[in-house]
């Protein structure tokens, strides 16, 4: 039986779509000034890459089932080797227990932990403004 682990494709940088979609969530959490500035900062970070695993602690976010469509319909890009879009983050603060927020891309981590929680995703991370 075998247990290769399909590699994940990845783009090079986030589809443009992907910056209004983390800024309409975002707005959920703070306000335009806040929004603008942290989405500013998302568009000129470089790409690093973090483990899947390491992402969905580093939020405190649960992973969701493979069932769910949205999963599942990264899991079937990955299958067929499309690309996915590198994700975009927004840093926490450990020392005051302000957990990381995947601002654009949580069905995205979710699928590839699905294949192998320790593959590395491409991720742009953005501070918080003072």
């Known amino acids: 039986m075998s247990t290769e682990i399909l590699p994940v494709t990845w783009?090079?940088?986030p589809d443009e779509h992907d910056y209004p979609a983390a800024a309409d969530y975002l707005e959920l959490l703070a306000g335009p000034?806040?929004?603008d500035a942290v989405v500013a900062d998302l568009r000129t970070a470089p790409i690093v890459h973090k483990k899947a695993k390491d992402i969905l602690r580093a939020a405190r976010l649960e992973l969701v089932s493979p069932e769910n469509p949205y999963v599942r319909r990264d899991l079937i890009k990955i299958n067929n080797?499309?690309?996915l879009s590198p994700i975009l983050l927004v840093r926490g603060d450990f020392r005051t227990e302000v957990p990381m927020v995947i601002a654009d891309g949580y069905h995205r981590v979710c699928a590839v932990?699905?294949?192998?929680e320790n593959i590395a995703i491409p991720a742009k991370i953005a501070a918080m403004p003072r």
């Not at 932990?113 to 192998?116: I, S, V």
Request: neutral net charge; glycine residues 0%.
């Open 81 to 83: 080797r499309k690309s």
């Open 33 to 35: 000034d806040i929004v």
């Open 11 to 13: 783009k090079d940088q």
């Open 113 to 116: 932990h699905w294949a192998d």
